[in-house]
Protein backbone atom coordinates (compact mmCIF):
# COMPACT_ATOMS: atom_id res chain seq x y z
CA UNK A 1 0.00 0.00 0.00
CA UNK A 2 1.11 3.60 -1.00
CA UNK A 3 -0.14 6.97 1.30
CA UNK A 4 -0.08 10.12 -0.47
CA UNK A 5 -0.40 13.55 1.49
CA UNK A 6 -0.42 16.64 -0.74
CA UNK A 7 0.59 20.22 1.13
CA UNK A 8 1.27 23.44 -0.38
CA UNK A 9 -1.88 24.80 -1.31
CA UNK A 10 -3.75 27.97 -0.70
CA UNK A 11 -4.86 31.09 -2.30
CA UNK A 12 -2.92 33.52 -4.30
CA UNK A 13 -3.07 36.18 -6.77
CA UNK A 14 -3.58 35.76 -10.84
CA UNK A 15 0.10 35.73 -11.89
CA UNK A 16 1.98 34.08 -8.59
CA UNK A 17 3.76 31.02 -8.26
CA UNK A 18 2.78 28.17 -6.23
CA UNK A 19 4.48 24.98 -5.64
CA UNK A 20 2.73 21.88 -4.65
CA UNK A 21 4.37 19.05 -2.66
CA UNK A 22 3.32 15.28 -2.45
CA UNK A 23 5.03 13.03 0.25
CA UNK A 24 4.51 9.26 -0.36
CA UNK A 25 5.14 6.61 2.14
CA UNK A 26 4.52 2.91 2.28
CA UNK A 27 5.26 0.36 -0.42
CA UNK A 28 6.77 3.11 -2.25
CA UNK A 29 9.52 1.24 -4.17
CA UNK A 30 7.05 -0.40 -5.98
CA UNK A 31 5.81 2.96 -8.01
CA UNK A 32 5.83 3.28 -11.39
CA UNK A 33 5.02 6.99 -11.65
CA UNK A 34 3.35 9.26 -10.02
CA UNK A 35 0.90 12.41 -11.22
CA UNK A 36 -1.25 15.64 -10.10
CA UNK A 37 -4.78 15.85 -11.33
CA UNK A 38 -7.52 18.53 -10.71
CA UNK A 39 -10.90 18.89 -10.16
CA UNK A 40 -12.32 22.28 -10.61
CA UNK A 41 -15.53 23.09 -8.68
CA UNK A 42 -18.57 21.47 -10.83
CA UNK A 43 -16.19 20.19 -12.96
CA UNK A 44 -14.73 16.69 -13.61
CA UNK A 45 -11.22 15.55 -12.00
CA UNK A 46 -8.48 16.64 -15.06
CA UNK A 47 -5.07 15.66 -15.62
CA UNK A 48 -2.05 18.13 -14.91
CA UNK A 49 1.50 16.18 -15.07
CA UNK A 50 3.03 12.96 -14.41
CA UNK A 51 6.43 11.46 -13.86
CA UNK A 52 8.12 8.38 -14.37
CA UNK A 53 9.44 7.27 -10.78
CA UNK A 54 12.52 5.41 -12.60
CA UNK A 55 13.86 7.32 -15.33
CA UNK A 56 11.68 10.80 -14.75
CA UNK A 57 9.96 11.16 -18.05
CA UNK A 58 7.33 13.74 -17.70
CA UNK A 59 4.18 14.36 -19.28
CA UNK A 60 2.33 18.00 -18.98
CA UNK A 61 -1.24 18.73 -20.22
CA UNK A 62 -1.43 20.83 -22.79
CA UNK A 63 -3.64 23.33 -21.03
CA UNK A 64 -0.29 24.30 -18.28
CA UNK A 65 2.78 23.62 -20.55
CA UNK A 66 4.99 26.08 -20.81
CA UNK A 67 3.55 27.41 -16.66
CA UNK A 68 3.75 24.27 -14.85
CA UNK A 69 6.73 21.91 -13.97
CA UNK A 70 6.85 18.48 -12.33
CA UNK A 71 9.76 16.92 -10.81
CA UNK A 72 10.39 13.73 -8.06
CA UNK A 73 12.47 13.12 -5.30
CA UNK A 74 13.17 9.66 -5.42
CA UNK A 75 14.79 9.39 -2.05
CA UNK A 76 12.38 11.47 -0.60
CA UNK A 77 9.60 9.59 -2.15
CA UNK A 78 8.69 13.17 -2.78
CA UNK A 79 6.86 14.59 -6.43
CA UNK A 80 6.49 18.78 -6.58
CA UNK A 81 4.35 20.26 -9.14
CA UNK A 82 5.91 24.16 -9.43
CA UNK A 83 2.86 26.45 -10.81
CA UNK A 84 3.44 30.16 -12.44
CA UNK A 85 1.71 32.36 -13.97
CA UNK A 86 -1.26 31.34 -12.27
CA UNK A 87 -4.85 31.96 -13.50
CA UNK A 88 -8.03 32.08 -12.52
CA UNK A 89 -9.29 28.68 -13.80
CA UNK A 90 -6.24 27.39 -12.10
CA UNK A 91 -8.43 27.14 -8.85
CA UNK A 92 -9.14 23.69 -7.60
CA UNK A 93 -8.64 20.74 -5.44
CA UNK A 94 -4.85 19.52 -6.54
CA UNK A 95 -4.47 15.30 -6.17
CA UNK A 96 -1.63 13.41 -6.39
CA UNK A 97 -1.53 9.70 -7.11
CA UNK A 98 0.59 6.97 -7.53
CA UNK A 99 0.91 4.14 -9.70
CA UNK A 100 2.08 0.83 -9.13
CA UNK A 101 1.38 -0.45 -12.80
CA UNK A 102 4.43 -1.58 -15.16
CA UNK A 103 2.92 0.23 -17.97
CA UNK A 104 -0.03 3.08 -18.03
CA UNK A 105 -3.55 2.08 -19.02
CA UNK A 106 -3.66 2.61 -22.40
CA UNK A 107 -0.16 3.88 -22.66
CA UNK A 108 -1.63 7.20 -21.14
CA UNK A 109 -0.32 8.59 -18.26
CA UNK A 110 -3.31 11.10 -18.60
CA UNK A 111 -5.58 8.23 -17.62
CA UNK A 112 -7.10 8.05 -14.23
CA UNK A 113 -7.29 4.21 -14.58
CA UNK A 114 -3.34 4.31 -14.33
CA UNK A 115 -3.21 4.76 -11.15
CA UNK A 116 -3.77 3.04 -7.75
CA UNK A 117 -3.37 5.19 -4.90
CA UNK A 118 -4.56 8.72 -4.21
CA UNK A 119 -4.65 11.55 -2.31
CA UNK A 120 -6.74 13.56 -0.44
CA UNK A 121 -5.86 16.48 -2.37
CA UNK A 122 -5.01 20.44 -1.80
CA UNK A 123 -6.88 23.35 -2.11
CA UNK A 124 -5.34 26.14 -4.89
CA UNK A 125 -7.71 29.32 -4.82
CA UNK A 126 -6.33 32.07 -7.40
CA UNK A 127 -7.50 35.38 -6.94
CA UNK A 128 -7.99 37.73 -10.45
Known amino acids: QVRLTESGGGLVQAGDSLRLSCSAS????????MGWFRRAQGEEREFVAAITWKGGATFIADSVKGRFNISRDNAKSAMYLQMNSLRPEDAAVYYC?????????????????????WGQGTQVSVSS
Open 97 to 117: AASLKTYPVGNYYYTQRTYDY
Open 26 to 33: GRTFTMSA
